[in-house]
C-alpha cells in the first residue's frame, strides 16, 4: 500500500474540446460536464477565455460555465492565453458566479519553456508572455482567483531548441513568485520518457518543495504505466487525464500524442495501492458518452 496515497486527478475535457474540428454544442458539454461531476470528478478544467477566431471551440465556455451544476468541492479552472482572456474569466464569475464554491476558482496560463511554442500557442515570445503572466497574475489577486501554470515543453521539444533542467526549474520559481498556487510539468506533445518525467519532477521538487507541482502528460497506452509510475516515485500527487485519452494542443502543429486517459490511470493507481474520488463504475456513462462525442466531432480525436 502507497503511503501519501489520494490521488488528485484533474479531468481535462476541456483539452479534449479544444482539438475537435467540429464545434460541440453547449448542451451537449454542459451535459457532459455534468456527468463528470456526477461521476465524482471535483477538479475540471473546463473551458478557455480565449479568442474565438484562435479556437472557435471554446467560444461557449461563459455559457458552459453558467449551465454547469457546482456541487461543494468542486474545482474549476479554465484557460486563459492573455490579460483580455483574465478579464474574461473574472467578468463571468461576476456575472455567472458567486461566493462559494459557483464559481471558476482558477486560470490557467500556459507558459512555454521554449520560444517557438510560445509564439505559436499564444502569438507572444517569452519576455512579452512572461510580463503578460505578471498582469494576469495581479489580476488573479485582486479577483481572488487562483493561478495555475503550465509549463509547456517541460520535458523538451520537438523544434531542436536547447532544453536543461535549469530552464525548467527556473521558469518554475519565477511562476511561484508570481503568486502560482499550482505549477503543472507538461509534456506538450508526449517527448518524455519515463525516466525523464521522474528526473524533472525530481528536480523542479527539490528546488521548490513549497509549491504545487503537477504534471500534464500525454502519453499512448503503452507508455501510460511507465510514465505514471516514475512520476509517482518522484513524490507526484496531482495528474492531469482526460476520459478516453482525446485531446491535444492545436497550436503544437506536430503529431500529438493524447492525453493520459482516466479510464486507464485509475485502475493503475488502484493497483498500485493509491485513491482517488471516483472510479471506474461511475466513469462509465462519461467514457459512452466521450466517445460519442468524439465519433461524432472529433473524427478521431488526437490519436
Not at 521554449?114 to 497574475?137: C, M, P, V, Y
Not at 493520459?260 to 493507481?269: A, G, V, Y
Request: proline share 5%.
Amino acid at each position: 500500500m502507497a503511503t501519501d496515497s489520494h490521488i488528485t486527478l484533474t479531468e481535462c475535457p476541456r483539452d479534449a474540446f479544444q482539438a475537435f474540428p467540429r464545434f460541440i454544442p453547449t448542451d451537449r458539454k454542459t451535459a457532459y460536464m455534468n456527468r463528470l461531476i456526477k461521476a465524482g470528478a471535483r477538479r475540471i478544467d473546463f473551458g478557455s477565455f480565449v479568442s474565438p477566431k484562435a479556437v472557435p471551440q471554446m467560444a461557449d465556455t461563459a455559457s458552459l460555465f453558467e449551465n454547469m451544476k457546482a456541487p461543494p468541492g468542486l474545482y474549476l479552472i479554465a484557460i486563459v492565453a492573455n490579460l483580455r482572456g483574465a478579464e474574461g474569466l473574472a467578468a463571468c464569475n461576476h456575472k455567472f458566479g458567486h461566493t462559494g464554491n459557483r464559481r471558476i476558482h482558477a486560470a490557467g496560463y500556459p507558459m512555454s519553456v521554449n520560444e517557438t511554442f510560445q509564439k505559436r500557442n499564444t502569438n507572444k515570445s517569452l519576455h512579452e508572455a512572461w510580463d503578460e503572466l505578471g498582469r494576469i497574475a495581479a489580476l488573479c489577486k485582486k479577483e481572488k482567483v487562483e493561478l495555475v501554470v503550465y509549463l509547456s515543453m517541460a520535458f523538451g521539444n520537438p523544434y531542436g531548441e536547447p532544453h536543461e533542467a535549469a530552464q525548467v526549474t527556473e521558469a518554475a520559481k519565477r511562476a511561484q513568485d508570481l503568486g502560482a498556487a499550482t505549477v503543472q510539468l507538461a509534456d506538450t506533445v508526449g517527448v518524455a520518457t519515463a525516466e525523464e518525467v521522474g528526473e524533472m519532477y525530481h528536480a523542479v521538487k527539490s528546488f521548490l518543495p513549497d509549491v504545487q507541482l503537477g504534471v500534464h502528460l500525454h502519453a499512448t497506452p503503452s507508455t501510460l504505466k511507465a510514465k505514471v509510475t516514475s512520476a509517482l516515485d518522484a513524490g507526484c500527487r496531482l495528474f492531469d487525464s482526460a476520459i478516453g485519452g482525446i485531446g491535444g494542443c492545436p497550436f503544437a502543429e506536430d503529431e500529438l500524442v493524447g492525453n493520459m486517459d482516466t479510464l486507464q490511470l485509475l485502475p493503475l493507481l488502484e493497483q498500485l495501492g493509491y485513491k482517488t474520488d471516483y472510479t471506474i463504475d461511475a466513469l462509465l456513462d462519461c467514457a459512452a458518452e466521450a466517445q460519442e462525442l468524439q465519433r461524432k466531432y472529433g473524427n478521431g480525436g488526437a490519436h
